[in-house]
């Protein structure tokens, strides 16, 4: 039974979009901050989960970073709408995610696969941080330099989703590509192949 709570917590993170989407629009805040932190706490066990218990799946593996990124630009683009951020922060992880998209595709092409690693999700959890407190101050108002926090959070953010997205390249670049074959071990971990330099 087990080994069905990690995929079953990717899904609640599907699940919980539209509706906090539905909370921010109708400007119930606070209810939209509560489901934010339910999607991050949901983000954080299943990975968790699957790891301790060697529970990383082909669904995992691929649907885990894609609840992430529909969850961040989603939720950024109605904070944008709702004036809560400027629309600069959502423009530059799109550029990023455009980017890491037209990435995949040409490895997919290519016999590679493209799964998340420690930096994107360090810059995944300051996003959730930020995004956290966009919401608090657009109901509460923050106060003086208070009013601000969340969007240094947000540059701190920005610089960690550029420098995953260059470690990315940088790794694929000195260790070789990801070889696809692995997806065929659903337990283990994807490894690494090392170019032939000849």
């Known amino acids: 039974m087990l080994k069905y709570v990690p995929n079953t917590l990717t899904i609640i993170r599907f699940l919980l979009i539209p509706i906090i989407l539905i909370g921010l629009f109708t400007g119930h805040y606070f209810i939209a901050f509560v489901l934010v932190a339910l999607s991050a706490l949901t983000d954080v066990a299943d990975g968790c989960i699957a790891r301790k218990y060697n529970l990383i799946t082909n669904f995992g593996k691929l649907m885990d970073p894609l609840a992430d990124k529909l969850t961040l630009i989603s939720v950024l683009t109605s904070l944008v709408v709702i004036k809560a951020i400027p629309v600069w922060i959502v423009i530059i992880v799109a550029i990023k995610e455009c980017t890491m998209i037209a990435g ?3 490895l997919y092409g290519k016999d590679v696969v493209v799964y998340s690693r420690w930096y994107g999700k360090l ?6 941080l930020a995004i956290a407190l966009s ?5 509460y108002s923050f106060p003086g330099i208070w009013n601000y926090i969340d969007l240094i959070i947000y540059c701190i ?3 960690m989703t550029v420098i995953a997205l260059v470690l990315y390249i940088h790794d694929l670049s000195i260790y070789g590509v990801i070889d696809k074959t692995d997806l065929k071990k659903d337990v ?3 490894s690494i192949t090392k170019k032939d330099n000849r």
């Open 188 to 190: 283990k971990d994807v």
């Open 157 to 159: 953010a920005l610089a």
């Open 104 to 106: 995949a595709s040409f």
């Open 123 to 128: 810059a995944t959890v300051l996003f959730y």
């Open 135 to 139: 919401i608090l101050n657009k109901a």
